[in-house]
């Protein structure tokens, strides 16, 4: 089954920085759209970056660009979010996501959830 696992959050001071990955398994990891949602106390789950099957295009939330960047290894089956500068603002639960699907921006479109990795970054 499909199996999608986060590690990497933390309490971090604003200005700092983390890096979050998640590991993929039982699919084809090279075929699917991966991505980063976030979801904050009280507040939707938002999409954050994501990336596509090869790794050559990635897009971003205006709140973290220039901020933030996704990668991803097809051959270690994981996928990662570089969050430097963080601000206050960015606390929430992160959460990396798949989809089949050839566009893939709202929840919705995304069918596998990992568990969430908590980051708090306090100013």
């Known amino acids: 089954q499909v199996q999608l696992v986060e590690w990497g959050g933390g309490l971090v001071q604003a200005g700092g920085s983390l890096r979050l990955s998640c590991a993929a398994s039982?699919?084809?990891?090279?075929?699917?759209?991966m991505a980063w949602f976030r979801q904050a106390p009280g507040k939707e789950r938002e999409l954050v970056a994501g990336?596509?099957?090869?790794?050559?295009?990635?897009y971003y939330a205006d709140s973290v660009k220039g901020r933030f960047t996704t990668s991803r290894d097809n051959a270690k089956n994981t996928v990662y979010l570089q969050m430097n500068s963080l601000k206050p603002e960015d606390t929430a639960v992160y959460y990396c996501?798949?989809?089949?699907?050839?566009?893939?921006?709202?929840?919705?479109?995304?069918?596998?959830w990992g568990q969430g990795t908590q980051v708090t970054v306090s100013s």
């Open positions: 996501a798949t989809s089949s699907r050839p566009r893939a921006t709202t929840t919705a479109d995304y069918a596998y």
């Open positions: 039982g699919f084809i990891f090279s075929r699917y759209i």
């Open positions: 990336i596509t099957w090869g790794g050559d295009n990635s």
